[in-house]
């Protein structure tokens, strides 16, 4: 069996991208209606940002999805079968699987995705054989 546990770093990283667009955007939006704080913007941005990653932490470190010989096992009962996965890709740094039926699931904050890809591909090759 072989588990996809998400990573703290690539959390933190990800939250310092989110960052960077909040604190973008808060200003942005303050500038179009002429506000004379702009600099507020990137405040609102930090905070909501970072109240955000420490709220979420706990939960989101404890998504670890397991996979076996014939399947992918996550968290909140999620499950895809290898043999149903239609596709699987890099969607934001977490990976997406898409099944034939149209469910998607993501294994998040995964520190090298395009190794989890490979590794999930090798099963579905092998499962297949």
Do not use: C
């Not at 405040?43 to 404890?62: I, S, T």
């Not at 909140?76 to 969607?91: F, G, N």
């Amino acid at each position: 069996m072989i588990e996809f546990k998400p990573d703290m770093a690539t959390y933190i990283r990800a939250h310092a991208v989110m960052t960077a667009f909040a604190m973008a955007a808060g200003m942005l939006i303050l500038w179009v209606i002429d506000n004379p704080h702009i600099w507020t913007g990137a405040v609102g941005g930090l905070a909501a940002v970072a109240l955000r990653g420490w709220y979420m932490a706990d939960e989101v470190m404890d998504e670890v999805w397991a996979m076996n010989s014939t399947s992918l096992t996550g968290p909140y009962e999620r499950k895809a079968r290898l043999d149903e996965i239609a596709k699987v890709r890099t969607v934001a740094g977490s990976v997406q699987i898409i099944t034939r039926s149209g469910d998607k699931h993501l294994i998040k904050y995964q520190p090298d995705p395009k190794a989890v890809i490979d590794q999930i591909n090798a099963a579905r090759q092998k499962q297949a054989a």
